[in-house]
Every structure is written in C-alpha cells, then in structure tokens.
C-alpha cells in the first residue's frame, strides 16, 4: 500500500502531512519567491527570510530558510514539539517584524552579501531571464544588487503582503504535533503575474557564462520524462560517443499550470564549446525527425520510479510541491497517477512533444567563444548578442522626432576617443564612427552604485557598468545620468 498524503487546516493554514510517528520534518511555506520579485526589489524575499530567521533566534533546534522561484519556507528537523516550537517562533515574527530596527537590516545585508558576494553586487542573466526579461520568473536568475538599497518599510510592507494565512501551507512528515500554534495574520488575496516570452523563435543568446546550455518551454504534465529522455539522449551522443561533456544538469521551472521551462545545462571544456553546441542542438534535431531511442524512454520512465515510487513514503519535495502548488493555484497530479503516465508513456509520444516545443529552442553560447552568423543559421537558430547597447539607433516603439542634429551634452571618455551623449530619449556612444545606443525608455533599473558607478539593466535583463572616472566631468555625466531617469527605477547598489 503507498502512503497516502493527509490534508487538514491548522489555523486557517492549508497543510499536508504523513502517518508517520517519530522524529519529523516541518516546513512553512509562503506563497511568494523571487518571480514575485520586480526588478528594482530583486532579493527582498530573502531579505525578509533572513530577518524572520533572525528575530526568531534563539533556535536551537536542526532549521533552516530558503527562496526559491515560487516560495518561501522555512523548516525545521528533530522532535515534533521542537519543530513546532520553532515554526511557531518564525509565525511571531512575521507579527513583530514592523519593530526590527535600521542597524539590524544594515546587519543582515552584510550577512547576505557573505552569503554570495557576486549575487549582492552583479546583475547577470540566466535561462529564465533570456526568455522572460527580469520580472516574474526570470527574477529568479539575474543577482539582486537591489538588496543594498532596501528600506525597512519596504521589507515590512513585502511580508505584510504576502506572509498571511491565507498565502501560507504546511508540510509535515508526521502528524501535526499537538504544540503547533501557527497565528499569521489573515490578510487580502495575492496574485501573481507572468508576461508572455520576449523570444519566440529559436535563437542563440551570446552569454556572459561559459558553456552550453539548452531551453524549452514544454507542456508541464510530462516535463519530468522529456527532461529525463533528453538527458539521456544528449549524455548518449556527447558524452558517450563524442567524449565531449561530463554531465547534462536540468531544471525544471513551472511558469503556470500547463508550461514549464526546461533547461539543459552541458559542461564541456572551452575548446569543445563549438563542438557541444552543434552536437547539442543536432541531437535534438535528430530526435525531432527520428524519435526517442526506446532506451531513452526506458530511463525517463526509472527516473520517475526511482523518485516517487516509495512504497513506505512519501518524498519530501513532493509534499512541499503539493503546497506549493496549492498555494499557485496549479493543479498538482497525484503520484499514482504520475507513476501510470511513466509506465503508458511510449517514445511516439514523447518525441512528438518535443516536436512541438523545438520551436521555443533557447540554446545559450559562451560569448567568447566564436560563433559565425552563418554557423547560428546552419543548427537553426538567429543569433542575439544580448547586449544593452544597441548597434541598431533606429528607435523601435518610441517616439521617432531626429534628435541628432540637436545640441546635447556629450562626455569625452579620459583615454579613449569614445564619446558619450545623451539626449531626451536615448545614452549614445560614439567610438570610430559607430554609435550604439540605450534607450532610456528600456531601462528597467537604475542602479546608482556607493563606489560611483551608474548600473544600468533592461527590461530583458541586458545590463552594463558605466564607471563616471573613465569619463571627463564625471560627476556632471553622473547627476545627468540619475536626472534622465524617473526616481522609482532608481536603486542604491552596492559597490562592483
Ligand atoms: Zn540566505
């Protein structure tokens, strides 16, 4: 008999728990995660956790906290009543968290950037964010330099928002334990929201991170057996047969009910990027036109055994996704019936799946690696350089009046002769008789940086550094640069 999942409601709280005495496992989890996040708050979500964990001290008890794309959760390990204990602690300090001080905050942050520096000071762009710009869930991939520049009341009024009782589920490895007294306060209904993909062709990105990696949107239902199938096939060809990568790392990213982004993630040395990337794309091409290998689906179909088809218990991260899931509104399919769909599933209709998603095809190239147009256009795929300063001065959807021949202020570079001029609507550089623009109306964050430097990011998360002491009258250029924006884009970041 497979162990069944009990749901009940603790205060109002949705949870989900096991038959199973002894020690446990407890997780409160919120509904909110960084494709909640807007560009210019990116990280506030753990911030907040950080600041929960915090007031909740001392906890001696085996815990922890964590943010992921779609929740915040909190959790603790050991005996029920000190599980309890300590997630009754975290409940409290959502209540009392208006009374944590400046100094605190200015406390934590420095924790976090220890936590990871690179992610505290740099915007960067991964998978989700190529597809979907930096808002919802391509929040989660492009640092959180915002951090910094946080303020209290706008951490209080996030948790104020989005940690209620009604945007809150529990998860317990056991049954409830009888000191579980979780009192959050009730709060208004959250919805959350995700644009459509900015790309919508296949298309190669020029990353700033080295190697290779695959994308596409599939259908949620039998994501986990395509990724799976895909791994193989891929390990077959480039690690098997061509000794090219050691590993195919895959993630797998719910965007709504019915589609998910999955993202294959090959690991060859430099040299064999070129290599990598055509084996990579043509192997997915071949089993476009020839199917999946019945070896393939062999292994799609372990992989889900092997994960859900316990007998004696039910895995953890598929208790807390069916909290996740009922917090989102998605439908979350039962393990039986996920257990049935790998038995049933033959390789006619998985690959005719991936036929139908080969045109979301994002393949992401080490940009310094080289790539010629042609060579894009043979596997397929339109290249995009993926860099905020446009070669194209054409204005797309903005206002189209000439403004070239008009005066505007222009910076001199101190060692270069590149200039830099800015006008009404566009930052221009000139360097050799080439201009490349930024238009201001596409600037989705300012970031107004401690050490002087004016970061700028896009709304498809595009980014770039202006250092003000490379520039002759620097400190003009700067306070032109901030006046040229409006002030809600504009964030304090920490130094580069
Ligand atoms: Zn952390």
Known sequence: MMQSVNTSSHNGITSFWLDREGLCTGTLIFGVGMRD?????AGITHLVEHMLLRIAQPATV??????????????????????????????????????????????????LEAEDAHKFSTVSAGLLTYRYG??????????????????????????????????????FTGPLPSALDIRLPAGKPVSHHQDPPLITAPTLIRSRKQGVALSLLVPSHDAGLLCEALRYELLTRLRHAAGIIYSVENFTTAIDTDQSQLDLILDPVRQNSMPALREGVNTLRGIVDAGFSEDAVQSARHAVTAELGWDDYVPQDYLDQLAIDSLLGRRSRDRQELLDRATAISSAELTKTLRTSIGSLIVAFDKSAKL?????????????????????????????????????????????????????????????????????????????????????????????????????????????????????????????
Not at 37 to 41: A, G, M, N, R, V
Not at 92 to 108: C, K, P, W, Y
Request: hydrophobic content about 40%; some cysteine.
């Open 37 to 41: 996040e807007p560009p210019t708050f």
């Open 62 to 111: 085996v815990h922890g906290g964590t943010v992921t794309t779609d929740s915040l959760q909190f959790y603790a390990l050991g005996r029920p009543e000190d599980v309890a204990g300590f997630l009754n602690a975290i409940a409290a300090a959502v209540s009392t968290f208006e009374a944590v001080t400046d100094e605190v905050i200015a406390l934590e942050k420095s924790v």
């Open 134 to 171: 930096p808002s919802g869930v391509g929040a989660a991939q492009f640092g959180a330099p915002a951090t910094a520049g946080l303020t209290k009341a706008e951490a209080t009024e996030w948790a104020r928002r989005w940690l209620t009782a009604a945007n809150a589920a529990l998860t």
């Open 372 to 496: 010629s147009k042609a060579e894009a256009g043979s596997l397929g795929l339109a290249i995009d350089r993926y860099e905020i300063w446009q070669r194209n001065n054409t204005p797309k959807n903005h206002q189209s009046a000439a403004e070239g021949d008009a005066e505007h202020p222009t910076w001199r570079h101190k060692s270069t002769h590149t200039t830099l001029a800015l006008t009404p609507t566009r930052l221009m550089t000139h360097t050799s008789g080439k201009t490349k623009t930024i238009f201001l109306a596409d600037v989705a964050v300012v970031g107004d940086r401690s050490c002087g430097c004016i970061s700028l990011m896009d709304q498809r998360g595009r980014s770039c550094d202006l250092n003000m002491d490379e520039w002759k009258a620097g400190k003009k250029l700067r306070k032109k640069l901030l006046e040229a924006f409006p002030p809600e884009i504009i964030r304090s970041f920490p130094e580069e």
